[in-house]
């Protein structure tokens, strides 16, 4: 088409113009379905992939270069169960058969199936009149008042922070592979590093803005405490009550302002931990002052 022919269609009228484009348009489209070879001239990533030549791999043989040693995994040292696998008669015919006429072995390695071992302990606490208190024998196949063994902790421990597995994931494997139900309990931080921290900036700080910060802290954790500890004798309602409150209360005490550093370094640890404070008042079994927090 020259430019006077395009010209001319343009001052056509506008619905003899529009027929005529789509027309052509149609011609175009026939044409290259029909054409096989792509304009130069067209970038790569604007031709259709059916359109692109079909690229020319050099072919290669699999596995070693010929002659060269055979290898196959090694056989196992010791052996620890046997089965001996024996016909009567032919599977496809049922012909009855003789005796054998060749024998071969084989060796699969496998896992054993998993059942989780429960063991009761039974300690018995013993006066000494020497030292005037109980004492009690030391269990070592557990955290202390921890339900679970060692080696499952270091397991578990070990796939999360080592192998990178999600704790959700790792408490699915846990149920498939050992027939153990586990559960995914939130972190709670440690009562007694947070005290410990009050008595030690005690000991050197003695500016007001310290006094009335640490007078507000030590008030909000104890009484997170004996909501702890009377969440048996009152009805889920009021407890979940008094537990809004002291959350509200929380964020009102990290959101004050404070000119002292050392309440400033506080608030911002605990800001960074604020949601792992109270997740005794969450669940079941745990306490503010649990060994894996400390």
Known sequence: MTRDEAIAILEMVREDTIQIILTL???AQKYDHLCDKTSPTIPSGMTLVYLKPTSRRKKRSFGRTHGHKGVSRKRPEKVTAYQVHTL???PDCH???KSPIRTYKRYIEEIPPV????TEHTIH???CSQCKKIVQPTVTDALPNARLGLRLVVFTAWLHYLIGISVNNIVKMVS???NLQISAL????CFYHLFTELVKVDAYNRSTPWKVFRKKLSRLLKDALRLSEKKTRVSPECFLRLKKRLYHRLEQFLATPCQDKDAQRLIKR???HKHELFTFLEYEGLTPDPPWAC
């Open 125 to 127: 606490g013993y006066w």
């Open 176 to 178: 498939v592979f050992f």
């Open 25 to 27: 348009a149609e011609k």
């Open 270 to 272: 605990l800001n960074r």
């Open 186 to 189: 939130a972190k709670q931080r």
């Open 115 to 118: 059942e989780p071992v429960v």
């Open 95 to 97: 012909q009855p058969l």
């Open 88 to 90: 009567d008669d032919c």
